[in-house]
């Protein structure tokens, strides 16, 4: 802590007013009592207004919890602030973390709370620690100050902000038991399948009366089981490939793919999916399969907490990722490694259906965005520049003919588009599914 201390200004007065007052009475000018007398008033006030508490002082952030873009407020709490008049409230500048005001420094009366209150808006998903801050304080005509002293910030979790998805395609192979989903087996749903003869078991409510009495024989209507189906979202979080704007900015890859995530991750809860993570390099986390509101703020948390990183043993031939037999395999990716394609290839050749969603930005990157180097310039940075452009762009190749090849194992690649983007691919795949296929016995 620190202690009430004589303000610059409260010094410069009295010790002006003294010395007025002595060269007046040595020099018999009354007239320099007259000049003095203003500096001499301000710091008996001063004086007057000597602090007598020790006051204490925290910040207290509005939300534990938000989504990029929206805000929330400061506000300075003050306990022992009798002797207060005027506070200063200078705040850190965390990154991609917008003020009001913008260069987070304010100075307003204690008496007037709003003049105080600084409002944030975290404007990229993750974790920021909002509240840190250097706050000073005054009496009454500026005579003593307290601090400025450091206040300790709160850690918020940031939530990625998701756009409306919905798609209206049927689950590829649902595998559950209560769900949204036509199964291709038989059973209580309210999607007609056909008209069959009565068998011990079968419900009254289920006969045809009409084709009965047209028979001569009871007959039932057969519907198809309405189930669910298993999604498992597949993060890649080995690299980020680009700049980040923040919401209202430019995307890099990693936004693309977290956003996109929780997009589907908030679908796919809705419709009572069966929804599981797992976070590829970085903070590598895993969340089993589950369903409910709860489960989807635990999903969100999860993408809220992922920094990018490669993993110490990455095997080129692909990831286990231990998916049963018909869940719905969701990889987001860059698609910048080839673990991640070998990945997408061996679920693919499994027999399960797999979507690998494209994340790279479509603009400019960081590198593409380097103007083309003189020939003539022979410098160092010249010829490193256009080595990172040249060796970004065969990278560029490679990564374009893996997710051809990939696309012809069978393992479709689409853009993220927003609502709509997996309808296609996901009917296509229901088709395929709905084949007869060999088997080997």
Known sequence: MTDWRATAALQRALLL??????????????????????????????????????????????????????????????????????????????????????????????????????????????????????????????????????????????????????????????????????????GTGTEFSGIRPFAPGDRLRRISWRVSLRRQELHVVEARAETDTGVLLVVDALTDAGRSGGVDGRASSLDLTVRAAAALAEHHTRRGDRVALRVVGGTGRALGYSTGTRHLRRLLGALAEIRPGPLP??????????????????????????????????????????????????GPLAVEAFAPVDPSDRSADALRHEAMRVAWRMRRLERDMLAEQLAHAGCPVVRWQGPGTLDEVLRRLARRAALPRAVRR
């Open 17 to 186: 007013a003294g010395l007025g007052l002595v060269v007046a009475i040595a020099s018999r000018q009354p007239m320099l009592v007259v000049l003095v007398a203003p500096l001499a008033l301000l710091g008996v006030h001063g004086l007057l207004h000597r602090p007598r508490h020790e006051p204490t002082v925290r910040t207290e952030v509005g939300h534990q919890v938000l989504h990029e873009g929206q805000g929330t407020t400061s506000t300075l709490l003050l306990e022992h602030a009798e002797d207060v008049e005027q506070v200063t409230r200078a705040a850190s500048l965390p990154a991609y973390v917008a003020l009001r005001p913008t260069r987070g420094a304010l100075c307003g009366l204690v008496s007037e709370p709003e003049t105080v209150r600084m409002v944030l808006s975290p404007r990229r998903w993750g974790r920021v620690n909002l509240g840190e801050e250097q706050v000073a304080l005054t009496t009454p005509w500026g005579g003593f100050r307290w601090g400025p002293v450091a206040t300790i910030g709160r850690p918020l979790s940031v939530l990625p902000s998701y756009a409306a998805y919905d798609s209206r395609a049927e689950a590829p192979q649902p595998e559950g038991l209560v769900g949204g989903y036509r199964s291709r087996r038989p």
């Open 313 to 362: 043993r990455l095997p080129r031939h692909g990831l286990d990722l231990g998916a049963a037999p018909g869940t719905e395999v969701v990889i987001l990716s860059p698609l910048l490694q080839p673990a991640m394609v070998n990945t997408a290839a061996s679920l693919a050749r499994r027999g399960l259906p797999v979507m690998v969603i494209d994340t790279l930005p479509v």
